[in-house]
């Protein structure tokens, strides 16, 4: 099937191209883009008059958690075991409409739901999985509660994320490994939803997360951190973690420690705002947690805006699954306010979040040999204001070619 777009204004990952271009899409990759004027269009070519449009990579989302559709962990542990996976269905289709292809699941997504994407049973982007989340006992996805009841139910496709000490810790990620992760989640640091620390608590020693970081690295494979408190962030990244997700409490130490390890930051920044917005919405939020929230939405936005402005390398990210699917285009505009540029939050969203999720595959950018994953947009996006509704300049969603939305 070949796709040709006419006359489209193109960011191709890395940049707005000067002018109007073509871009061919054929048997799932892109063949061409070219200045418009001199492409032929085969007979059996679907032609797309694309003037006055904006062509981009597929986004792709650095940290959703597919099963979950928002913090009210009341509601989730009343539902029945296998309502998630048929939530996940769901969510998944939501965030393929919002033309986000691919995307890095924290935590949640097991290999089964992979594997349906891949085959064509449902729909939703590629997908990296975590399977589950690493914590130490009692840290931020230890989720036994005082009650006794554990809100995090382990079964057979997601084994038990909690570890202690090193060897304990290298056994649970290769568990992980075992039950089909592509990349291993740990928790660094304590968090907004966890009940028992606080976002400063540093969790797991240096050593426990150099024996992850190494058990990864034999699988050919990394380590991403949730790490908020600043301790905890420089623990991850002097231990060889990959990216560092949310950064809350980034001092200057720790933004240049980011910039001498080449490592990523996922920012994240719309998370703590939705669980200030489901509170405010009726929903049931421990008010320890929405206290949390308020106390760290400031500071968050601030370490993000330093880490700009010292060239640390961003990958969009949203935590979705805090709030609800669908939602994840928000973190766009966050990210321009922040600081980045109209390019750089484009960017962040395809070529860099690329390199950091599947480096080696051919991903995130609009250039002859990469997947035919793209999203037309029905403007040309010149203004970085555009992105506060950029979800509903939507047009049409591509993903190995196919029109999917």
């Known amino acids: 099937m070949t796709t040709i777009f006419r006359a489209v204004r193109v960011f191709d990952g890395e940049r707005f191209l000067d002018g109007p271009h073509d871009v061919i899409f054929d048997g799932g990759a892109i063949t061409q883009v070219s200045p418009t004027g001199g492409t032929v269009a085969a007979p059996d070519a679907t032609v797309v008059d694309a003037i006055g449009k904006t062509l981009t990579p597929g986004f792709i989302d650095c940290h959703i958690h597919a099963p979950f559709s928002g913090a009210a962990l009341l509601e989730q542990v009343m539902q029945p075991f296998s309502y998630q996976f048929f939530e996940s269905v769901r969510n998944m289709a ?8 691919t995307a890095r699941d924290a935590g949640g997504g097991d290999a089964g739901l992979k594997q349906a994407i891949a085959a064509g049973l449902i729909a939703g982007p590629r997908l990296k999985i975590s399977v589950n989340i690493m914590s130490q006992t009692g840290g931020h996805n230890d989720s036994l509660c005082l009650s006794g009841v554990d809100t995090n139910v382990s079964h057979p496709g997601k084994p038990s994320g909690v570890a202690d000490g090193p060897e304990e810790c290298r056994k649970k990620a290769r568990e992980l490994f075992r039950a089909g992760a592509d990349q291993i989640k740990i928790c660094t640091t304590g968090g907004v939803l966890s009940p028992a620390d606080s976002p400063e608590h540093s969790q797991f ?3 426990e997360i150099r024996a992850i970081v190494e058990e990864a690295e034999a699988h050919g494979s990394y380590v991403l951190a949730h790490a908020q408190g600043t301790a905890g962030i420089k623990n991850a990244l002097n231990a060889g973690v990959r990216s560092i997700e949310h950064g809350i409490f980034l001092d200057d130490e720790a933004i240049q420690l980011l910039l001498d390890k080449d490592a990523y930051l996922v920012p994240t920044l719309i998370a703590p ?11 049931h939020i421990p008010q320890l947690m929405v206290d949390k929230a308020k106390r760290v939405a400031d500071t968050h936005r601030d370490a993000f805006a330093r880490a700009v402005r010292a060239g640390v390398k961003v990958a969009m990210g949203t935590d979705t699954g805090v709030g609800p699917h669908g939602t994840n285009l928000e973190e766009l505009y966050l990210m321009y306010d922040g600081g980045l540029t109209l390019e750089g939050v484009l960017k962040a969203t395809t070529a860099t979040a690329a390199e950091l999720v599947a480096p080696g595959e051919k991903l995130g950018r609009l250039t002859p040999g990469y997947l035919a994953d793209a999203v037309l947009l029905d403007c040309e996006l010149t203004d970085g204001a555009q992105l506060k509704d950029i979800s509903s300049h939507i047009a049409a969603v591509y993903q190995g070619g196919k029109q999917v939305g």
């Open 205 to 207: 020693t240096v050593a």
């Open 273 to 283: 705002l939705w669980v200030i917005r489901l509170a405010d919405s009726g929903h």
């Open 94 to 101: 939501t965030d393929l409409a919002l033309g986000i292809t």
